[in-house]
Every structure is written in C-alpha cells, then in structure tokens.
C-alpha cells in the first residue's frame, strides 16, 4: 500500500498541478493593508513566506501559478452590496482600486512571465464567475493548490468551488491565514480537512521535485 508521502506526489504532479495564491496583494497583506489585522497574522504566522516558498518552487518545477486578485471601481460599479463584508469594504481607508500598488502581488512573492492573474470585481470566491476554471482547464489541471487569505472566507470559497467542479484540493494549512489567529487551524481541521489533502508547505516541496525545465 502506497504511503502518504506517495499518494501525495501522485496528487502533485506538475504536469496536473495548479497553485493558486488568494488575495495576496498589497492592500491586503502588505505593510499598507487596509486589513491591518489579517496582513500582521499573514506575515507573523510565516503563511506570506511559505507562500512565497510555494511560488518560487512552482516557478523551477513547471508548476502553473494563477495569482487572484480582488478589485474595485472607484465607483463601486458591479461591487455586491448584499453582505455586511461588502458594504464594510466601501469605507476602508486603502481601496483595491484597479491599477494601483493595492492590487499588486505582495512582496516577497515574486510574479514570473508565465503566471496567470485573474482579477476579479465582484462576489467572495476567487472561482466563481472568474475565469479560474476555464484557465484550469485548459492548464489540464486535476489538482489545485489553495493559499492565501483569508481562511475565514475567500479560502473555504476556493477549496469548495474546486472541489465542486472535480479538481482536488490540496491546502498546506501553514500557507493560509485569517483572524484570529486560532481560527484558521480550527477552520482547516473542522471544515477543510473533510473535502482537500491538508498537508504543509514543506510537505509540497518535498514532493515537487528538483527543479526542472518547462517543457
């Protein structure tokens, strides 16, 4: 019977493999955040870091990277105004306004040429109405790599929606972050753990490989 570790490079095939970064802009984990609170526990948790990790070895095994990004029009123009979440976003002091430092991937990830993002103007959920999963499946995706912030939202949304349209989900908890800080582990072991592969950051690495030249 194969082992965990086994089952887990099978699952992370690169050839198969999508890693996908949630809300990793400036605005919103970087040192100007208009989330003060999430971008501290994104960077103090090391889940920033390890997600830079992931990147950069996604970069040198010919993993896919998608980076999604959540905007909105000065004029709030197809922004949802039907949860609290939303209308709280409207009075923020730093605004996800298009082509701004706020919606540029944070630091220390690093963007290369061949990634893919996707922006998106409405709704919760980096896949939903985005073009996530079209891109995945024209990629040939089968498994999809979940980081980012925040675990008590756009996270669950992502891994729900891949799992919902057949992908597998895998969620390295230590890529992950939300507030407070005791939430995300909870979140992960009571909800995620039922529909992804949790597994660590240093648990992927291990199963990507050395890197290698994209065909």
Same mark, same amino acid.
């Given at each position: 019977m194969p082992s965990s570790y086994e089952r887990l490079a099978e699952l992370l095939d690169p050839a198969s493999t999508v890693l996908l970064t949630v809300e990793c802009q400036q605005g919103v984990v970087g040192p100007q955040s208009a989330l003060p609170e999430l971008a501290r526990e994104a960077r103090t948790s090391g889940a920033l870091g390890n997600i830079a990790r992931l990147v950069a070895a996604a970069h040198g095994t010919g993993v896919q990277v998608i980076h999604a990004i959540a905007e909105r029009r000065p004029d709030g123009r197809g922004a949802n105004r039907n949860a609290r979440l939303f209308r709280a976003a409207e009075r923020l002091p730093v605004q996800q306004l298009p082509g701004t430092t706020a919606v540029r991937v944070a630091p220390p990830i690093?963007?290369?040429?061949?990634?893919?993002?996707?922006?998106?103007?409405?709704g919760l959920s980096p896949i939903q109405g985005t073009d996530v999963d079209?891109?995945?499946?024209?990629?040939g995706c089968r498994t999809l790599i979940v980081t980012g912030v925040s675990a008590n939202v756009a996270i669950p949304n992502a891994v729900? /929606? &891949? @799992?919902?349209?057949?992908?597998?989900?895998?969620?390295?908890? /230590? &890529? @992950?972050?939300?507030?407070?800080?005791?939430?995300t582990p909870a979140m992960i072991r009571n909800t995620l753990a039922l529909v992804a592969t949790v597994v660590t950051t240093d648990e992927v690495l291990g199963c990507l490989g050395p890197p290698r030249r994209r065909s």
């Open positions: 690093e963007v290369a040429e061949e990634d893919l993002v996707v922006r998106r103007l409405h079209p891109l995945l499946r024209n990629l729900f /929606d &891949a @799992v919902n349209r057949g992908y597998t989900a895998v969620v390295p908890a /230590d &890529a @992950v972050a939300g507030v407070p800080s005791e939430y």
